[in-house]
């Protein structure tokens, strides 16, 4: 019993592959696992240390005009189809699943011309050119949002599985979250959080909000800057005359959350990106978000992630280019001030979270596996 996963350079292609694995490991022991990513991404720091074995092969994205890099590209794009089949011909998976990114475009094409079951899983709204291409080859599509349907011409081929998340951020509960940070459980929580590496037009934003969301609200603010804007924001909110001692019991500024499950089981309001793993989350924990979509992410998506839940009434969108500390201010306000729209908002976005994505997509490939 054998199973090859790919998906590479962003750990949002990873973590939900290594979710599933781990839930294939939890059903059949036996079950071998091989990923196979490029030497550049992510998932060389992060799938080794899970205890799976990692094969990288040569890939990267197309550039968009007729150059240099282009005939570069294509043939890294040969190399990696080369090596994708010989990892492949070596390991005999019983089955292939792509997560996205540009490695699993050699990977699953290789596994189809071998005639290896495949499967791939669109994270996002929009999705990447990649995906599009390889689901006219695939035996099924998972999708997260059912609004990325219409971008596949092959609709027979779509389950809208929704995407894995952990299982310590289905399980934690709100006490346990407070009782971590050692919050007032009668006094409202917010998190702000611009993901692993952070986000400095949130961060920024933030320095600009604090006045009044001190001054307006007994809020109690989680904001974890990212490891590369600490310091910076740190400098900037004691320049806004802001004493951090002074409200130690109601500002953790972090570099990075460990342990995001507890941040966001004690939450009333959340403040991120609008990243596909990060979202899922935030539906499955049913949370109200204020989004600020990534402007420079591929085709995209970012914006048309936060779409699906502002359509939805589950979270308020705020574009990059409009962010100021007086409109997210204004946005988390009315939202803590409202009781009514805070709980209709997360009622909204649990409607959107699907618990039970991993076991769905599990049960689905299990069929496949000898």
Known sequence: MRVLLSGGGTGGHIYPALALAD?????????????????R???????????????????????????????RSFTKAFQGLGEARRIIKNFKPDLVLGTGGYVCGPV??????????????EQNAMPGVTNKILSRFVDRVFVNFAESEKYFKCKDKIIISGLPVRAEVLTTA?????????LDENKPIMLVSGGSRGARSINKAMVEAYPRLLSESDVQIIHATGRDGYEETK??????????????????LEPYLE????????CDVTVARAGATNLAEICACGKAAVLVPYPFASENHQEYNARVLADA?????????????????????????????REQMSVE??????????NEIADFLEQYLT
Do not use: Q, W
């Open 349 to 358: 976005s649990a409607k959107l979270g699907k618990k039970d994505s991993l």
């Open 235 to 252: 400098k900037l909110i004691l320049d806004k005359g802001i004493d951090l001692a002074k409200y130690s019991a109601r500002i953790r």
């Open 41 to 71: 991404g992510l998932e060389n720091k992060i799938v080794p240390p899970r205890g799976y074995k990692l094969k990288n092969i040569h890939a990267e994205g197309l550039p968009r005009k007729l150059n240099l890099d282009l005939l």
């Open 174 to 182: 709100r006490d346990e979250g407070i009782a971590y940070f050692g």
């Open 259 to 266: 342990h995001m499950e507890y941040a966001l089981a004690a």
């Open 108 to 121: 699953v094409l290789s596994a189809y011309l071998l005639k290896v079951p495949t499967f791939i899983h």
């Open 23 to 39: 839930e294939l490991k939890r059903r059949h022991p036996e079950c071998e696992i091989l990923y196979v990513g490029t030497a």
């Open 313 to 341: 009434k589950a979270a308020e969108m705020i574009l990059d280019k409009d962010l100021n500390g007086e409109i997210l201010a204004e946005k988390v306000l009315h939202i803590l001030n409202d009781d009514g729209l």
